[in-house]
């Protein structure tokens, strides 16, 4: 008999955005494997093994799933935010690509996430309203100049951007870095947003001018978004909503 | 009194790809406002009023649903998808900041959903797997030249990419504008997946080297991902899986 592997996304952190799809995957699953912070938002019941593992072991813990499937088991990776953006998916594949062949006979599916671009934008407007590219910021998988080459073309294309894991404690310096390249590239005080940990307890959020971003308001938690030219603040008592309307005049 | 108004992303069909956070939202509204087919997703009820209006007037329903919202009602604007993504947040930022003062008091929240791009590319794998970046193909609100000029720095970038609005019966020459822009600048196979109507009975899913891409692949009801130069297809008995690494070498 051959099992099945689901990757699911859990979404930003708040149970009200995890799918039905996702909870339907979960209740019926014999094992849940993921980060452990990940794996913590899953409930534990009987039949069910929860595999928790650490960060920078993504091949290890998509092998170990692929593996169990593969022995029949009902088998969940679970990503924070959706699986397909900077999370779970593009290793999973990775491994199956790289492993025995009967795995491509396995029945896998991908169901999608809220991910935390667009919860954090859902909390401020719409600042992502227009066209817009998501970039990782991190280069612990590819090179830094690849980076701010992508930074400085995006910024010529005039996209919104959404910027994920800014920044650690491993990589202090490249946010600052990336602040220096928009700085110069957009010359202009465009609303940048931190968002961090959107939906949990521990969200906060913060709009400020480009020029006054600083690199240490954001952190592993924090979703980064920067406007297009276009991009608006519209002041209120309650907060701003920043939003990027959906004409660009010729 | 004062009322409230609720922006909410219904995801790409499926009623398990719609977050509890707006089927909560939708069975509190007194009003429900939005384009014929996403009004007609929700269920009437006693209490309910269903405010359908057809496509091209976004301003003119957005207006309306903040007027019904400064008299006090709990109104949710619906959008398929996500509303931050080509869709009614930014409509509704464009009215307010226009409109009447007293609406900058009103409490107005949006509601992330899956948004076509995300729930296209969980069903072909994980082709946003690394940057990628997001196109409203639809000439309507921006001049063409924007578009093309943000395709080539989009290949240049080497982002995957997700369209939306690649064609319609009033616009049917600019996708394939679009895919010649995209042969000449990337001048590879890349994989290009045409997913139309993602999670409903009318799914299709399509993928095809760039230099077999169609413009008659697509329609209003399509969502076109592009892979980067690194995105690769895992062939399979049950169908190709497409993913781009998370890796860049450097």
């Known amino acids: 008999m051959t099992g099945a592997l689901i990757i699911a996304g859990l979404g930003p952190g708040a149970d009200a955005l995890v799918t039905p799809q996702v909870a339907q995957a979960l209740a019926r699953a014999t094992d849940v494997v993921g980060y452990i912070p990940y794996v913590k938002r899953v409930a534990p019941r009987a039949g069910l093994t929860l595999h928790a593992s650490d960060n920078r072991v993504e091949l290890e813990r998509a092998r170990h799933a692929l593996q169990m ?10 990503s924070s935010g959706d699986p397909g953006v900077f999370a779970m998916a593009a290793a999973v594949f990775e ?39 998501a970039i990782n910021l991190s280069d612990n998988l590819k090179p830094w100049d690849l980076i701010e080459k992508r930074l400085r073309l995006a910024a ?11 920044r650690s404690k491993s990589r202090p310096e490249g946010f600052a870095r990336a602040l220096d390249v928009l700085r110069a590239a957009c010359g202009d005080a465009r609303p940048v947003i931190f968002a961090r ?26 979703v980064v978004l920067v406007g ?23």
Not at 69 to 78: C, K, L, N, P
Not at 98 to 111: E, K, N, S, T, Y
Not at 156 to 166: G, I, L, R, S, T
Not at 210 to 217: D, F, G, I, T
């Open 69 to 78: 499937a593969a022995e029949g088991r009902e088998v969940v990776v679970v």
């Open 95 to 133: 491994a199956l690509e790289d492993g025995p062949a009967p795995w491509r006979d396995l029945d896998i599916q991908v169901l999608p996430g809220i991910t935390a671009m667009l919860a954090a934008a859902a909390r401020a407007g719409a600042p992502l309203g227009h066209d817009f590219c």
């Open 156 to 166: 010529e294309a005039d996209f919104a951007m959404a910027f994920y894991n800014p």
């Open 197 to 222: 940990a959107v939906s949990t307890p521990e969200e906060e959020l913060r709009c400020v001018p480009l020029p006054e971003a600083r690199p240490e308001m954001a952190d592993m938690r924090t």
């Open 228 to 250: 297009s030219s276009l991009t608006r603040v519209i002041e209120r008592p309650q907060g701003p909503l920043v939003y990027t309307p959906r004409s660009v005049p010729a």
